[in-house]
T-cell receptor, first 115, second 108 residues
Framework: DTGVSQNPRHKITKRGQNVTFRCDPI?????LYWYRQTLGQGPEFLTY????????KSRLLSDRFSAERPKGSFSTLEIQRTEQGDSAMYLC?????????????FGPGTRLTVL | AQRVTQPEKLLSVFKGAPVELKCNYS??????LFWYVQYSRQRLQLLLR??SRESIKGFTADLNKGETSFHLKKPFAQEEDSAMYYC??????????FGTGTRLKVLA
């Protein structure tokens, strides 16, 4: 499978714990995006990288959230001191800057449940 | 503020009937608009983009700047069209702003 992959697919944690998610984009894609989706809503933008540079962060991304993309390849999203309100599907997408009409390719998502 | 509105959470139609999924947007510049589809247990995937003016799986969508709309249409619905459909607006060349989605159910 050469598409975007995300791990883990599911994560259950207790309130106050830290969690980390990983996203592996399509290999030649230099842009990588994180979105969050809660029940009944569309995906909401969190942050995006071009290569290793984090170029924009949404106001949704509180200080407890941090994302990295070392070496411009895979990315990690860490949530510290999780809260029940963090329960959501976390989606990763990638695209090729200057590529075909800004199409973003999505991963299967990581579903986080905070108890 | 940029916004995408999909007024219908659920749309049920009979097989063979026409389908129109509504999408309205609010954006001050020149938007790039997309329709994404999510079939059961699958990931989000691109269905259409306005700039291509193409027809995919019988679906078309026309950008109407006067009405700020990008409705998705298909003349004859098929059962395999049942899915969640999201309209999205792209700011510049990066992040998407999604609508809340419309679940389409095509009844036999």
């Amino acid at each position: 499978d050469t598409g975007v992959s995300q791990n883990p697919r599911h994560k259950i944690t207790k309130r106050g714990q830290n969690v980390t998610f990983r996203c592996d984009p399509i290999s030649e894609h230099n842009r990588l995006y994180w979105y969050r989706q809660t029940l009944g809503q569309g995906p909401e933008f969190l942050t995006y990288f071009q290569n290793e540079a984090q170029l924009e962060k949404s106001r949704l991304l509180s200080d407890r959230f941090s994302a990295e993309r070392p070496k411009g390849s895979f990315s990690t999203l860490e949530i510290q001191r999780t809260e029940q309100g963090d329960s959501a599907m976390y989606l990763c997408a990638s695209s090729l800057a200057g590529g075909d009409l800004n199409e973003q390719f999505f991963g299967p998502g990581t579903r986080l449940t905070v108890l | 503020a940029q916004r995408v509105t999909q007024p219908e959470k659920l749309l049920s139609v009979f097989k063979g009937a026409p389908v129109e999924l509504k999408c309205n947007y609010s954006y001050s510049g020149s938007p790039e608009l997309f329709w994404y589809v999510q079939y059961s247990r699958q990931r989000l995937q691109l269905l259409l983009r306005h700039i291509s003016r193409e027809s995919i799986k019988g679906f078309t969508a026309d950008l109407n700047k006067g009405e700020t709309s990008f409705h998705l249409k298909k003349p004859f619905a098929q059962e395999e069209d049942s899915a969640m459909y999201y309209c999205a607006l792209s700011k510049g060349t990066y992040k998407y702003i999604f609508g809340t989605g419309t679940r389409l159910k095509v009844l036999a």
